[in-house]
């Protein structure tokens, strides 16, 4: 190891590089310290030895928050190929005291929040502020972005200009080739270099660097005093040359004289390969963890074992990859090294090689595999012994008894609510969702289930969730009284009814029994007051969804159902004189609201409330003041429940098309009886009488209403699949045929007077296979067969 003659060793790396880290290892195994310093939060000194213990395992994140406000946070992450996870590592196998020596997290944390209220009062008008938990390496990297942007100071990215000064377009491929592939320290050259450096640039842009460095140095002169020169000290080669500085004890001390203060909670939180990488947006991230994990742990051989790796990804996604593959493509990517003049092949070899022998000159596997290995889903695990707020450990004791198991890799969940255990994953689900822990989001069924008793949940888990958990800790200290207490906070905040009626949804579904009553209540006074018909009807959907996941729950739902029927009422009273006189936009979204009435109105089980809805839509679909959309909306509804037959649809059609509507008017009613993805493009095929309605309707408008009315029919009939528009082509083209029947056998179109037997039983064996019936479990239509039942039904029973 090159250090001074005298001092402390100054250790200077990049964060997560792992040449830094072999290096680290490397000079502190021939220096043997006494002490080693870290760049990292001093309030974080009393948790490094939990990083011995057998539970913890990188990546890791140290995680500082203010105690009064969990979400000003910031993180501090480790990886198992970090350098100062690595010393770390060796100070505890070797019994030697660890101190971080960067500035408090107690400061920036506090200087942060300074700057981002002095920005809201700089621009009070932009619409998001830009919300940072310190997803950075180190945490003052986000600040100092913040500040160098307010100042209009441009960042000086060390690695950056060290590779381009070299010759080097690719930062990444100068770092492997300078460091990662070479033995030996290169702490001296790159001291040097950062020093050069920061005699042209000074603080290049990191303006809060200058604070911290003046923080380190007097830590390090403590440590000089207690322990003389056997210091190591591991922190960025940034900070090195002015680790080196002679500056006086009082001038470091001047410059963080008055510096505000927050009273701060420190504990370890698990991380992920995924937020270590740069494209996260982290300030410190690399462009590749999964990688780098690799070269780090590599006991030898490290292109060939990557590329064992890649190809058991592969197969593991059905592509044929011999070991005659993966042979070929080692030798290619120590060609392609030697070629380029790197000292062993890197990143960029081992994919031009993966490509080009692995995938067949396809792109589309490296995605795959940049996600899966040279990124990674990792995730560490921190011990039981981390310090942690009160509802984390609820969290995780649930977590544990459910076997629900944290990961960072995409996960989706099927559950039976049925069964306890899941009903129990989804109550805690979705009590976590109240308190804004979105660990899981809900999905659609992989299995392609609508019942009540299936849900379906897409759950991966962030770090910054251990963010959400500790700000949700205020509500309380487990899950199940932090959602109650959320859920009674939130029915008395909100302003809407439809908001109102979307908790009672959710207490019911997150099992929130003691909530419910203060949320009915409110409920109740809100319903009463509220005379809009939208909002009625806009909160009429979620409170029936209530009442059946309160069904499936087993849940007392009975002031549910008496404010459901309540509201639907009022919502029957209320429609039909809301529905007038409106103009396209809000007929548009009143439309909506009676779709949405609709689908609940069909969940009731109450046979009178469903005749009184089809009344109320049989007045709005023959009221002329109401608008087309609407009326055509209805007349849909009313046809496909059979209360209208063919005739009473056709009559209504025709006095909506007739010569004194209005163009635009009739379009609107066309778009609400055959437009929206409810089917009426197959209601115009297999009905030619509506169809030749609308056809000759069209072809009579004039051409200035034409040119009025195209965009909203293009809208129309877009919706409808390439099939059916083919179809109604076909249909339009040939002419009238007598309502939908064939000139020929006088039956439907399409359709012989006779069955065709011979296409009937081509058939057979797809539905012998679809049944899982016996040969002759489904015998042919036309054969004779006499012995047994040979019917389809027969083969069904």
Not at 620 to 645: K, P, T, Y
Request: proline share 5%; charged share 25%.
């Amino acid at each position: 190891m090159t250090t001074p003659t005298t001092g402390p060793a100054l250790l200077g790396v990049r964060h997560h590089g792992p040449g830094s880290a072999r290096a680290v290892r490397t000079a502190l195994d021939a220096a043997r310290p006494r002490i080693v310093l870290i760049e990292g939060p001093p309030e974080a000194d009393g948790l490094v030895p939990l990083a011995a213990d057998a539970g913890m395992r990188p990546p890791v994140a140290l995680l500082g928050h203010v105690v009064d406000e969990p979400g000003r946070s910031a993180f501090w992450p480790f990886a198992e190929f970090s350098p100062e996870w690595v010393a770390i590592r060796w100070a505890s196998a070797h019994d030697v005291p660890v101190r971080f020596i960067d500035l408090p997290a107690a400061h920036s944390l506090a200087m942060r929040a300074e700057e981002e209220d002095a920005a809201e009062e700089i621009a009070p008008e932009k619409g998001e502020s830009e919300e940072r938990e310190s997803e950075e390496g180190k945490p003052e990297e986000a600040g100092a972005q913040k500040e160098g942007a307010q100042k209009g100071a441009v960042r000086v990215d060390p690695i950056g200009v060290l590779a381009e000064t070299a010759g080097y377009d690719d930062a990444e491929r100068w770092w492997e080739d300078v460091v990662e592939h070479r033995d030996g320290d290169a702490f001296a050259a790159l001291g040097e270099a950062m020093g050069a450096l920061r005699e042209t640039c000074g603080d290049g842009g990191h303006g809060r660097d200058l604070l911290r460095e003046a923080y380190m140095r007097l830590q390090v002169r403590v440590a000089q005093r207690e322990f003389g020169d056997d210091v190591a000290v591991v922190c960025g080669a940034w900070h090195v040359p002015a680790l080196r500085k002679k500056t006086t004890v009082a001038a470091d001390r001047a410059l963080l004289k008055g510096l505000p203060r927050a009273k701060v909670d420190m504990t370890w939180v698990p991380w992920t390969h995924r937020r270590l990488a740069r494209a996260s947006g982290y300030g410190a991230g690399i462009d590749s963890p999964g990688w780098y994990g690799h070269l780090f742990s590599a006991p030898d051989r490290p292109v060939e074992r990557w590329l064992t790796k890649v190809a058991g990804l592969l197969r593991a996604e059905d592509r044929i990859v011999s070991s005659a593959h993966v042979i070929e493509a080692v030798r290619l990517a120590e060609t392609l090294a030697v070629m380029r003049g790197r000292p062993l092949a890197g990143l960029t070899e081992t994919t031009d090689a993966v490509r080009a022998v692995l995938c067949e000159g396809s792109d589309v596997p490296l995605s795959l595999i940049h996600d899966k290995l040279v990124v990674g889903d990792v995730l560490g695990e921190v011990p039981e012994a981390a310090p942690a707020v009160p509802l984390q450990r609820d969290l995780t004791r649930q977590q544990r008894s459910l076997r629900l198991k944290p990961a960072a890799a995409e996960k989706e969940l099927d559950l039976d609510l049925r069964g306890d255990t899941d009903a129990a994953r989804s109550r805690l689900l979705h009590r976590l969702r109240l308190l804004g822990v979105a660990w899981g989001e809900p999905a659609r069924s992989a299995r392609g289930s609508t019942g009540t008793f299936r849900e379906s949940w897409r759950l991966r888990w962030e770090p910054e969730l251990s963010v959400r958990v500790a700000e949700a800790g205020v509500w309380g200290t487990t899950v199940l009284a932090a959602a109650t207490a959320k859920a009674e906070s939130d029915a008395v905040a909100a302003s809407a009814l439809a908001d109102v009626t979307a908790l009672a949804e959710v207490c019911l579904l997150a099992g929130l029994s003691d909530a419910l009553p203060t949320v009915m209540r409110i409920l109740a006074d809100r319903a009463a007051l509220d005379a809009d018909v939208g909002h009625l009807a806009g909160a009429l959907p979620a409170l029936v969804r209530a009442l059946r996941y309160g069904d499936v729950r087993g849940t007392d739902t009975g002031a549910l159902a008496e404010v459901a029927a309540g509201l639907a009422e009022r919502v029957f009273v209320g429609l039909p004189p809301a529905c007038a006189g409106l103009d396209a936009e809000a007929a548009g979204e009143m439309r909506g609201h009676v779709d949405a009435v609709h689908s609940a109105v069909a969940l009731l089980e109450d046979a009178g409330v469903r005749e009184r809805w089809r009344t109320v839509l049989r007045t709005l679909a023959e009221r002329d003041s109401v608008a087309g959309v609407i009326r055509g909306r209805c007349a849909r509804v009313l046809l496909d429940e059979g209360v209208l037959d063919e005739d009473d649809a056709a009559r209504l059609m025709s006095l909506a098309l007739s010569p004194g509507t209005a163009p635009a008017e009739a379009a609107a009613w066309i778009e609400g009886f055959v437009g929206g993805g409810s089917g009426g493009g197959l209601l115009l095929v297999h009905d030619e009488r509506l169809l030749g309605l609308v056809d000759a309707w069209l072809t009579g408008v004039s051409g200035d209403a034409f040119t009025d009315v195209l965009p909203l029919l293009r809208r129309t009939f877009s919706a409808y699949e390439p099939g059916v528009r083919r179809t109604l082509g076909e249909l339009v083209g040939r002419g009238p045929s007598g309502g939908g029947q064939s000139p020929a056998t006088g039956g439907p179109r399409g359709f012989a007077e006779d069955l065709d037997t011979e296409r009937a039983d081509a058939v057979l064996p797809v539905l012998r296979l679809l049944l899982g019936a016996g040969a002759g479990a489904v015998a042919g239509t036309g054969g004779g067969n006499d012995e047994g039942d040979n019917s389809l039904e027969g083969a069904v029973a």
